[in-house]
């Protein structure tokens, strides 16, 4: 079964505004744990990345947070424009070189 | 620039016929990964090989099966393909090491008639 989930199926946010996506996992042995951005007809692509002995990290406009009390993980991006309009899983490695991912969350950015 | 290609964005298969799905990658890596992705799932894995000619099950192996002669080649095989194997399917390839991340590539969308 899943051991990473997204909170909310969708969100939409407004031009210039702070979006913050949420993912908890269940699997507390995850060690290392991947943001990625699926835009329409394309794969996923790698967004940032963060370690268990992290509890924050940042991009460019991205930011991570990792709370290995509650497992919980959530991407922030700054001042969402247009071309953030896709759909993000979170993915966790779960042992043997495999990632597990969630449902994804869709978001869609308003003019 | 890195790269994971698919043989076919879009293919349309009768019930039963046998369906080949090929990706290739030219970054070097060891681990490829087959899955498949579905509205409300997320992204399942239905198998991965960490080596040539290995392989390894995924959550969902039932109704396929893989091939890795070569290691920049990794195909999937729907031995009799059944109208629910209808979905997008993604390659994918990465680097040994369980803090890696994986390189996708654009993906097959299958459709089964």
Redesign the interface.
């Known amino acids: 079964g899943e051991s990473v989930g997204l909170h909310l199926p969708t969100l939409s946010v407004q031009e210039g505004d702070n979006s913050i996506i949420n993912c908890a996992y269940s699997n507390s042995a995850s060690d290392y744990f991947i943001w990625y951005k699926q835009e329409s007809g394309k794969g996923p692509q790698f967004i940032i990345d963060i370690r268990s002995n992290m509890d924050k990290r940042q991009g460019q406009r991205v930011t991570v947070l990792l709370n290995k009390t509650v497992k919980h993980l959530s991407l922030q991006i700054a001042a969402t424009q247009p071309g953030d309009s896709a759909v993000y899983f979170c993915a966790e490695n779960i042992g043997d070189y495999k990632l597990s991912f969630g449902a994804g969350t869709t978001v869609t950015v308003r003019a | 620039d890195v790269k994971?290609t698919q043989s076919s964005r879009y293919l349309v298969k009768r019930t039963g016929e046998k369906v080949f799905l090929e990706c290739v990658q030219d970054m070097d890596h060891e681990?490829m990964?087959w899955?498949r992705q579905d509205p409300?799932?997320?992204?399942?894995?239905i198998y991965?090989s960490?080596d040539v000619k290995m392989k390894?099950k995924?959550d969902i192996p039932e109704g396929y099966s893989v091939s890795r002669e070569k290691k920049e080649r990794f195909s999937l095989i729907l031995e009799s393909a059944s109208t629910n194997q209808t979905s997008m399917y993604?390659c994918?390839s990465?680097r040994?090491?369980?803090?890696?991340?994986?390189?996708?590539?654009?993906?097959t969308r299958l459709t089964v008639v």
């Open positions: 994971v681990n990964f899955y409300g799932l997320g992204l399942r894995l991965f960490y390894e995924g993604l994918a990465s040994p090491g369980g803090d890696t991340e994986a390189f996708f590539g654009q993906g």
